[in-house]
Nanobody
Framework: QVQLVESGGGLVQVGGSLRLSCAAS????????MGWFRQAPGKEREWVAA????????YYADSVKGRFTISRDNAKNTLYLQMTSLKPEDTAVYYC????????????????????WGQGTQVTVSS
């Protein structure tokens, strides 16, 4: 059973920064792509960023490109999301998720392609 535990959320002012972490356990972390999603109140869960299983390729939603950076440390079984220049519209619960496919070549951005999810961490950006 895979467990994902996010941390690092909180309250930050517009323009501020936060770094989210996601600690993984239960299967070989380095063999699976990972992603970050977020869900704002009353809205559907949306994909934010993804990183390939080896960590060499990263992908971002247009809304966060240039402001957020996804990375992973396979030695520590940990996924990160560095968020800068935060905006009020970034306010949401952020979830990390693990790809369901072993060493998938293409990085995916839909919820159905991820089979394990963390419990989420709240990020609130105040104006």
């Amino acid at each position: 059973q895979v467990q994902l535990v996010e941390s690092g959320g909180g309250l930050v002012q517009v323009g501020g920064s936060l770094r989210l972490s996601c600690a993984a356990s239960g299967r070989t972390f380095s063999n699976y792509a990972m992603g970050w999603f977020r869900q704002a109140p009353g809205k559907e869960r949306e994909w934010v960023a993804a990183v390939s299983w080896g960590g060499f390729n990263t992908y971002y939603a247009d809304s966060v490109k240039g402001r957020f950076t996804i990375s992973r440390d396979n030695a520590k079984n940990t996924l990160y999301l560095q968020m800068t220049s935060l905006k009020p519209e970034d306010t949401a619960v952020y979830y990390c998720a693990a790809d369901r496919v072993y060493r998938r070549i293409a990085v995916v951005s839909t919820t159905r392609d991820y089979d394990y999810w963390g419990q989420g961490t709240q990020v609130t950006v105040s104006s």
